[in-house]
Antibody
């Protein structure tokens, strides 16, 4: 069965960096675009970034452009999100999610990781 | 940017009731709309895509309809397990954004 298992969340000081990971199994990872979606506690969902199935293309929400980097290692079936210069507003749960469409992204998210909470605190 | 507005924000209904949640887009998104269910502390779950297509494994009591700017999610006979927050999401264009959510409570 499809599984996305996340790791890398935690408490980080303002200004520091953090890398989130999402290990995929149960499907051919290299065939699917992958996304990150975030949710501040008690708030709604916000799409953050997408990476193409082969890692050659990335696209970001304006709100994170320049600070976040999405990447993937298809040999390890793992998706990453590097967050630089963490701010207090970055306290949120980050979800990895699989795009429902092989090939080009459709921006429909059919499988999700369990979420990773990032808390920014000095 | 396209704005997505859900109504109501909260809803309380009894087991067996027919429940409808509405999602409106600020401009036409054709049928590029998905619905998700999220329970507390859990990741969202895809229910409906392309406005009316039921995701595999989702109970048939869930259905979606609409096109253009107005969409509905209907639960034909509410079950206790349906207590959750429901989100619509447009995937017609960037921001690929979600509605603010509808919290459904069971009386």
């Amino acid at each position: 069965q499809v599984q996305l298992v996340q790791s890398g969340g935690g408490v980080v000081q303002p200004g520091r960096s953090l890398r989130l990971s999402c290990a995929a199994s149960g499907f051919t990872f290299r065939d699917y675009p992958m996304h990150w979606v975030r949710q501040a506690p008690g708030k709604g969902l916000e799409w953050v970034a997408v990476i193409s199935y082969d890692g050659s293309n990335t696209f970001y929400a304006d709100s994170v452009k320049g600070r976040f980097t999405i990447s993937r290692d298809n040999s390890k079936n793992t998706l990453y999100l590097q967050i630089n210069g963490l701010k207090n507003e970055d306290r949120t749960v980050y979800y990895c999610a699989r795009d429902s469409s092989r090939g080009g992204p459709l921006y429909v998210f059919d499988y999700w990781g369990q979420g990773a909470l990032v808390t920014v605190s000095s | 940017d396209i704005q997505m507005t859900q109504s109501p924000s909260t809803l309380s209904a009894s087991v067996g009731d027919r429940v409808t949640i509405t999602c409106r887009a600020s401009q036409s998104i054709r049928s590029w709309l998905a619905w998700y269910q999220q329970k507390p502390g859990k990741a969202p779950k895809l229910l409906i895509y392309e406005a009316a297509n039921l995701e595999s494994g989702v109970p048939s009591r869930f259905s979606g309809s609409g096109s253009g700017t107005e969409f509905t999610l209907t639960i034909s006979s509410l079950q206790p397990d349906d207590s959750a927050t429901y989100y619509c999401q447009q995937y017609y264009s960037y921001l690929y954004n979600f509605g603010q959510g509808t919290k459904l409570e069971i009386k």
